[in-house]
């Protein structure tokens, strides 16, 4: 190609131009003014808005926001810590079924309990007291007192005791005594079983014949569960959801909390 020409190339066509569809102009009565609101301070209503964010909820709810957001925050100790691992829905179903059955009798049970044996009495028939039946013996003292004479089979906590400093030694205790415990959740669940509002903790201390392959089933996998693996259950890291939803590979996850559990062991 010689120099100082230009190809010559193909010219594109236009773009055909876009008929605009003429808007039929909306007929506006005079008579209507337009009266814009003005939203400023001290103007009009303001429009209703999503104001969670300055509610001043119950001190309760405050509360349990705080104590979880300083639970991801914090290295919590190994005493508090044990407190997040409850026991499994099966097992706790099967050992609430149990616990039903022996239940401590209510006011009106008393009540009946008594006035038939009043009437027993009056009637010449002689008052002979009654052996007492096996029950769920309740409350933190008893508990205790139960643990360190080694009267107790089996132990229940709750895991949601507020202050935590009431049952914080009872697992450490029931370790050392040998006693099997265990850790469920709900203190308004032991409370229903006990006939309170909310119960520490309950222990089974004698049951009948018929329910004593049921309790060995149960203080065997509660064993399993807590006592055999004390330290463990201790040191247990509960990482944040968000965690497990992020798409890592199952292995590496395993690595990753294997490092920070030999971390939080040996700081």
Known sequence: ??????????????????????????????????????????????????LTRFVKWPRYI????????????LKVPPAINQFTQALDRQTATQLLKLAHKYRPENKQEKKQRLLARAEQKAAGKGDAPTKRPPVLRAGINTVTTLVENKKAQLVVIAHDVDPIELVVFLPALCRKMGVPYCIIKGKARLGRLVHRK????????????????????????????????????????????????????RTEKFDMVTSVYTWMCYT
Do not use: H
């Not at 008929?19 to 301070?41: D, S, T």
């Not at 693996?229 to 992020?246: N, P």
């Open 62 to 73: 405050r509360l349990q926001r705080q104590r979880s957001i300083l639970y991801k925050r």
């Open 198 to 249: 909310t119960c520490t903790s309950v222990a089974f201390t004698q049951v009948n014949p018929e329910d004593k392959g049921a309790l060995a089933k149960l203080v065997e996998a509660v064993k399993t569960n807590y006592n055999d693996r004390y330290d463990e259950v201790r040191f247990s890291v509960r990482l944040a959801l968000s965690f497990y939803t992020v798409n890592i590979p």
């Open 1 to 50: 190609m010689p120099k100082g020409k230009k190809a010559k190339g193909k010219k594109v066509a236009p773009a055909p131009a876009v008929v605009k569809k003429q808007e039929a102009k909306k007929v506006v009565n005079p008579l209507f003014e337009k009266r814009p609101k003005n939203f400023g301070i001290g103007q009009d209503i303001q429009p209703k808005r999503d």
